[in-house]
């Protein structure tokens, strides 16, 4: 009884307690799809898969921005799958806001690398790309 109290407990608590989402895996995932996703494909990205991981200020302010001559999302012009090969994730900050820089190589023989800083903001309970800069 004892035992399975024990198990019943643990089990709960790690469901319960997901101590923090791995922001830095999900941005690493995210940004492996929407660069392959974007070089391989001529079709919008789907709506429903940007929102996922979107905050609505974000998509409001940034995604449907005409003027924009970039991609909000990777603050580049061009998409190369061969960049996943390289995205890192590293925390820069932790506060209310959280705060990482994203980078990957876009010319593998100069190692030039292209790097972001990416604000999360939590939203209906999830971790969310709010903001994206140039670092």
């Known amino acids: 009884m004892r035992?399975?109290?024990?198990?019943?407990?643990?089990?709960?608590?790690?469901?319960?307690s997901s101590p923090e989402?791995?922001?830095?895996?999900?941005?690493?995932?995210?940004?492996a799809w929407y660069i392959t996703y974007n070089d391989t494909s001529s079709a919008t990205v789907p709506k429903d898969s940007i929102e996922k991981y979107c905050t609505k200020s974000f998509i409001r302010d940034f995604m449907h921005d005409p003027d924009l001559d970039y991609d909000p999302i990777t603050s580049t012009q061009d998409f190369d799958k061969n960049w996943v090969n390289s995205i890192m994730v590293?925390?820069?900050?932790?506060?209310r806001q959280k705060i990482y820089r994203v980078s990957f190589l876009t010319?593998?023989?100069?190692?030039?690398?292209?790097?972001i800083v990416v604000t999360m903001g939590?939203?209906?309970?999830?971790?969310?790309?709010?903001?994206?800069?140039?670092?």
């Open 3 to 16: 035992t399975t109290c024990f198990c019943a407990m643990a089990l709960l608590l790690a469901s319960c």
């Open 21 to 31: 989402e791995n922001n830095e895996e999900k941005l690493r995932s995210f940004y």
């Open 90 to 95: 590293s925390k820069a900050t932790q506060d």
């Open 107 to 115: 010319d593998d023989k100069e190692k030039i690398s292209h790097n």
């Open 122 to 135: 939590k939203e209906q309970g999830a971790w969310k790309i709010d903001l994206v800069k140039d670092n």
